[in-house]
């Protein structure tokens, strides 16, 4: 019996062991990074980033990849926002697991803060260079001034390799090829090891002698001149010569070291080129969009005008990074992230080709689990209850015309 209850508590304790150390090592995998608890209509109607493309899906270290596409800056832009006018392209990773090797909007080098107007599409790339391996849910974003981060669609990269071969070398405007990852470490170190030292050695000259009571009880005695003697003194002169002319010495050396040195860069730049969209030749008139509480779906009746000369389908809709398409008119071959593509997402009523000058009203349904995965239902929660998005048309030739919708957006409940 009692051999019984030993094995027991053995294995119960195994089992224990088991589970702390399996509840250690899981890590569940968030598929989004902060964009989700964000207010769904500021997502809506901030940026819209589209026509995304990365480069690659795995990167060895020291390899490059590039991040390239499109964003529309919402004419509808939220008050509680300030308006993009200094904002900063930035990429949303957990700490440099890439460096950035450059960014561009508009063909423009951005490594400053933008000016961005609204109602403009820009264009933009990034260039990636992979520094940590593992996999990491790259994110474009948008750093707005008075705003907060507005963060565009994120996919998974993976990034092979030991991080210890990770090298980041740039030619100065001297001629010297230098590694900024490790640039000017040592010098760094050295420095303040040098006077953190010397810190330590003033403490510890004073701290050989007592303290506290003894040298407490001096002075309340009024001998507290007793407790400085002449050799401190000279000592103090010591540290304090010493100092200053360490101070001058290396400054007078570092000069000579590096003679041409140059304030640093800063500045916003105006002026970002923006993409000539042309004007659709299609009109777009959201007559009423509801969505349902709960749901992860929303409908919208719409007259679709087509101006154009050419008969025209409604492909995709997309907002806040979900795209929904219309399998039948318009498929990614982007590899767009799977949990914001519909592929399927996009029903309408009759997606038949409208002719031109015809004028048909439809109702569209953008249906799909990331509506909810990604909180847009939780508009319901936001003081503003109005969408914006993009529609994409075709043409019989395969054209693409983007239309930009914005509408109230009114909750029906069962
Ligand atoms: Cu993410």
Redesign the pocket.
């Known amino acids: 019996m009692k051999i019984l209850k030993d094995k027991v508590a053995k294995l119960s304790f195994v089992a224990l062991l088991i589970t702390v150390t399996a509840a250690m090592f899981y890590t569940p995998t968030?598929?989004?990074?902060?964009?989700k608890s964000q207010a769904a209509f500021m997502r809506m109607r901030t940026i819209h980033w589209f026509d995304l493309n990365w480069s690659k899906e795995e990167v060895p270290v020291n390899d490059t990849m590039t991040i390239s596409g499109k964003f529309f800056v919402f004419s509808g832009w939220p008050e509680t926002v300030d308006k993009p006018e200094i904002s900063f392209l930035n990429i949303?990773i957990p700490g440099p697991v890439f460096i950035r090797a450059g960014s561009w909007i508009g063909g423009q080098l951005v490594p400053r803060s933008v000016s961005l107007e609204l109602g403009e599409t820009y264009e933009f790339k990034v260039l990636l260079k992979a520094r940590r391996p593992g996999d990491w849910?790259v994110?474009t974003m948008m750093n707005v001034k008075g705003g907060g981060p507005i963060i565009g669609p994120?996919k998974w990269v993976t990034v092979t390799g030991s991080m210890g071969s990770f090298v980041n070398p740039i030619t100065t405007l001297t001629g010297e090829t230098i590694d900024l990852e490790t640039y000017n470490l040592g010098n760094t170190y050295f420095w303040h090891a040098v006077w953190y030292g010397i810190g330590l050695a003033w403490m510890a000259y004073w701290m050989r002698k007592p303290m506290f009571v003894p040298r407490l009880l001096a002075v309340d005695a009024g001998k507290a001149d007793s407790l400085i003697s002449p050799t401190d003194r000279k000592v103090a002169l010591g540290f304090a010569v010493g100092t200053i002319a360490i101070v001058a010495m290396s400054m007078a050396s570092t000069n000579e070291k590096f003679p041409i040195t140059t304030p640093l860069q800063a500045g916003l730049l105006r002026g970002i080129k923006s993409i000539d969209m042309p004007v659709p030749t299609i009109g777009v008139k959201i007559e009423d969009a509801t969505y349902r509480v709960p749901g992860r779906a929303m409908q919208m009746t719409m007259t679709v005008t087509n101006n154009g000369d050419s008969a025209i389908r409604l492909g995709e809709f997309n907002t806040a990074g979900v795209r929904f398409m219309d399998a039948a008119v318009s498929q990614d071959e982007s590899g767009y992230p799977d949990d914001l593509l519909a592929e399927e997402g996009l029903t309408v009523s009759d997606n038949s080709p409208i002719a031109p000058g015809q004028s048909r009203t439809v109702q569209v349904t953008a249906s799909d689990a990331a509506w909810e995965v990604y909180r847009l239902a939780d508009l319901i929660y936001d003081p503003d209850s109005r969408f914006a998005g993009l529609l994409f048309f075709y043409d019989e030739a395969g054209n693409r015309q983007m239309v930009t919708i914005d509408a109230p957006l009114i909750p029906t409940f069962i």
């Open positions: 968030a598929s989004a990074h902060g964009e949303g849910h994110h994120g």
